[in-house]
């Protein structure tokens, strides 16, 4: 399977494009229609909102905690970060924000900082990027 980021911008522009190559198919060729009707869910799958589960503890409950401006949208800005830089799932990022490496995470937020951005700087640390790396294999395991 190839994994390419996607830009919520993009978004729109690639679900035009892929129904306008639905229409375009012959009922003739089912299986090429299949194939992009995957694609099309895929792509709503991948651009659905993120949110947590874990709105008292972890990323969120922290931010919220600390009193930092707009938690939800922080909160979905690093789990997007944390798809496109380990390409993990959107649950299984959300799984990671919601553990304690996310609260560990939120508790080092500058409050001018985005979601994205603390990522992204967590991720340039390599003892930071281990954490964050660790929390998304036993996230993937089934681990706790």
Known sequence: MIRLPIKP????????????????ISEAHPDD???L??????????????GTQNVDWGFHGT???????????RFEEAA???????????DEARDVLDAPVGRHLAD?????EGGADLVAR????RKCARRIREAAARV???GS
């Open 9 to 24: 911008e993009e978004v729109a522009v690639l679900r035009y494009a892929l129904d306008h190559a639905l229409s375009s």
């Open 33 to 35: 229609r299949a194939q």
């Open 37 to 50: 009707q995957a694609l099309i869910e895929q792509l709503e799958a991948a651009s659905a909102p993120i």
């Open 63 to 73: 931010l919220v905690l600390r009193g930092i401006d707009l938690p939800a949208q």
């Open 80 to 90: 997007r970060e944390l798809v496109t830089r380990l390409g993990i799932t959107a």
């Open 108 to 112: 080092d937020i500058d409050v001018r």
């Open 122 to 125: 967590w991720m340039g640390n």
């Open 140 to 142: 993937k395991g089934g």
